[in-house]
């Protein structure tokens, strides 16, 4: 081999050995969470801009503000029909990974999908709220808008906000709806919820974790969900579902490593009207991909099977 020949060999597994080296690692880490931040923002930009802001009945997208000052609320409200849902989101989060179901649900419903304050475009209140204070808030914001008897369905730290919501009025909502409920008593904690949340982001489609991730930090903004960090993890679920006199359903993807089947088996026994559902597939945020299976969930639970769980199949949308 010539000298130069030798020399362009040398150089070239020196390239090789430094483009993979331990060094490039922080800068690709950084480079895939850029990456999906600015997905999550251009993903959903034109939805975002494409809401009517209005009060109108119509089937369109209409946008609401209303609630108390200090804790309002951003609604974006669309569909007919007679029976009437509200979505509630969990930490972090905005209704953006909700529009697919909110979708699905507006083809025969009405349909609310919450931002909480605090959250997505809703502006942060002056202190820090509990999980009943973001319960109330709600209330407060159906109570305006005149939403009767709203079929409640949340997602993760939405699971207790919505279980809150019904025991301050036990007639209020027809039945509960929970997806992926959150704050499994031995996992009680932050830091191992944290290992799980990023357990579960290698699981989701990276549409997903754009939309989270964007969502967090620069909609919720670090400052803000660490404050609610300590609200949700001192509300315990398991108390407040014992005095759910309405049929429940309790939703898991059953790739889902932040909700065991353990946990939502014992959230349906708590719940003197409870069942349990796994989808197939799927992991913390179901309702994204599986749209149609968790809204045939949210418009009869109850006649998807037994109403205890245990020894049923494993099926989309199958109680078991």
């Not at 089937?59 to 609604?75: D, E, I, L, S, Y």
């Not at 002056?126 to 409640?152: H, K, M, N, Q």
């Given at each position: 081999m010539s000298t130069i020949a030798a020399t362009n060999a040398g150089n070239r597994e020196t390239a090789s050995k430094t483009f993979i080296g331990p060094d490039i690692?922080?800068?690709?880490l950084l480079g895939m969470g850029l990456g999906l931040v600015v997905g999550g923002i251009l993903l959903h930009r034109r939805t975002d801009s494409g809401a009517s802001r209005g009060t109108d009945r119509?089937?369109?997208?209409?946008?609401?503000?209303?609630?108390?000052?200090?804790?309002?609320?951003?609604?974006?409200?669309?569909?007919?029909?007679?029976d009437t849902y509200v979505?509630?989101?969990?930490?972090?989060?905005?209704?953006?990974?909700?529009?697919?179901?909110?979708?699905?649900?507006?083809r025969t419903a009405t349909v609310h999908n919450i931002e909480l304050p605090g959250?997505?475009?809703?502006?942060?209140?002056?202190?820090?709220?509990?999980?009943?204070?973001?319960?109330?808030?709600?209330?407060?914001?159906?109570?305006?808008?005149?939403?009767?008897?709203?079929?409640?369905?949340?997602?993760?730290?939405?699971?207790?906000?919505?279980?809150?919501?019904?025991?301050?009025?036990?007639?209020?909502?027809?039945?509960?709806?929970?997806?992926?409920?959150?704050?499994?008593?031995?996992?009680?904690?932050?830091?191992?919820?944290?290992?799980?949340?990023?357990?579960?982001?290698?699981?989701e489609p990276w549409r997903i974790n754009a939309v989270v991730l964007s969502d967090y930090i620069f909609r919720c903004r670090?400052?803000?969900?660490?404050?609610?960090?300590?609200?949700?993890?001192?509300?315990?679920?398991?108390?407040?579902?014992?005095?759910?006199?309405?049929?429940?359903?309790?939703?898991r993807g059953i790739k889902d490593p932040i909700v065991p089947t353990a946990w939502t088996s014992a959230l349906a026994h708590l719940a003197p009207q409870g069942s349990m559902a796994q989808i197939d597939d799927e992991?913390?945020?179901?309702?994204?991909?599986?749209?149609?299976?968790?809204?045939?969930l949210c418009r009869a639970p109850a006649s998807h099977g037994s109403s205890r769980p245990g020894d049923a199949r494993r099926k989309s949308g199958a109680a078991i």
């Open positions: 690692v922080p800068g690709v119509g089937r369109g997208p209409r946008f609401h503000v209303a609630g108390r000052p200090g804790t309002q609320v951003h609604v974006h409200s669309e569909g007919t029909g007679p979505l509630i989101h969990g930490i972090g989060v905005s209704s953006r990974y909700f529009r697919p179901l909110a979708k699905e649900l507006a959250h997505g475009s809703t502006p942060k209140p002056r202190r820090t709220l509990s999980v009943p204070d973001y319960a109330r808030a709600v209330w407060d914001a159906l109570d305006e808008l005149g939403a009767d008897r709203p079929i409640l369905v949340g997602h993760s730290m939405g699971c207790q906000i919505a279980v809150e919501m019904v025991n301050m009025r036990a007639t209020a909502a027809p039945r509960l709806v929970l997806l992926g409920p959150t704050n499994y008593p031995p996992e009680r904690g932050f830091w191992l919820q944290a290992l799980r949340l990023g357990q579960d982001t290698l699981r670090p400052p803000w969900y660490f404050r609610t960090v300590p609200a949700m993890l001192s509300n315990h679920i398991e108390n407040g579902i014992a005095n759910v006199q309405v049929p429940v359903v309790v939703v992991s913390h945020v179901m309702m994204y991909r599986s749209a149609a299976e968790v809204a045939a």
